[in-house]
């Protein structure tokens, strides 16, 4: 059985840092590319950032390029997101989730990460 | 970047109503969409995928429809588990984008 687990989460000030993790297992996680998304409090999902099976391919939504930075330890089978300098804004609950174009969609159960003073 | 306009953001709907959703893409994205359902406090779950194409296990009254530019989300018959937020996902180029969200309420 596939399952995503996501740690990491928590109460931060603006400004700060914050690093979240999502456990792999039921599957051969080198092989996949792997997702985080997120949604604020009451708001619709945003997809945040894309890392493919070994690492070459990496992409980002604009609202975190250059503050988030994705990566993976395929040894570890696990997937991460370290976020810094956090906004308002980045309040949200942050999903792992393997997504492919034909069968595959897995998704954690999400994270919370707060940005408030 | 693809902006995906879905529509309605929000209908109500009694039970075995038929219901339609669209999504609009800025630029044609083939058949590179799913379809997802989410209720309150949970993960998303995808119905659709390749714009037409039922995940395993979805009931055969939701189905999709589209591909280019024009996109949509059909329940045939509505049932009381459906009643939930539905959002389209563009992934044929990055950054991928989801539309707005509908909200399907109970009338």
């Known amino acids: 059985e596939v399952q995503l687990v996501e740690s990491g989460g928590g109460l931060v000030k603006p400004g700060g840092s914050l690093s979240l993790s999502c456990a792999a297992s039921?599957?051969?996680?080198?092989?996949?590319?792997m997702n985080w998304v997120r949604q604020a409090p009451g708001k619709g999902l945003e997809w945040v950032s894309y890392?493919?099976?070994?690492?070459?391919?990496?992409y980002y939504a604009d609202s975190v390029k250059g503050r988030f930075t994705i990566s993976r330890d395929n040894a570890k089978n696990s997937l991460y997101l370290q976020m810094n300098s956090l906004r308002a804004e980045d309040t949200a609950v942050y999903y792992c989730?393997?997504?492919?174009?034909?069968?595959?969609?897995?998704w954690g159960q999400g994270t919370l990460v707060t940005v408030s003073s | 970047d693809i902006q995906m306009t879905q529509s309605p953001s929000s209908l109500s709907a009694s039970v075995g109503d038929r219901v339609t959703i669209t999504c609009r893409a800025s630029?044609?994205?083939?058949?590179?969409l799913g379809w997802y359902q989410q209720k309150p406090g949970k993960a998303p779950k995808r119905l659709i995928y390749?714009?037409?194409t039922l995940q395993s296990g979805v009931p055969s009254r939701f189905s999709g429809s589209g591909s280019g530019t024009e996109f949509t989300l059909t329940i045939s018959s509505l049932q009381p588990e459906d009643f939930a937020t539905y959002y389209c996902?563009?992934?044929?180029?990055?950054?991928?984008?989801f539309g707005q969200g509908t909200k399907v309420e109970i009338k």
């Open positions: 989730a393997r997504i492919g174009p034909t069968m595959d969609d897995f």
């Open positions: 039921g599957f051969t996680f080198s092989t996949y590319g």
């Open positions: 630029q044609d994205i083939r058949n590179d």
């Open positions: 996902l563009q992934h044929n180029s990055y950054p991928w984008t």
């Open positions: 890392i493919s099976s070994s690492s070459p391919y990496i």
């Open positions: 390749a714009a037409s």
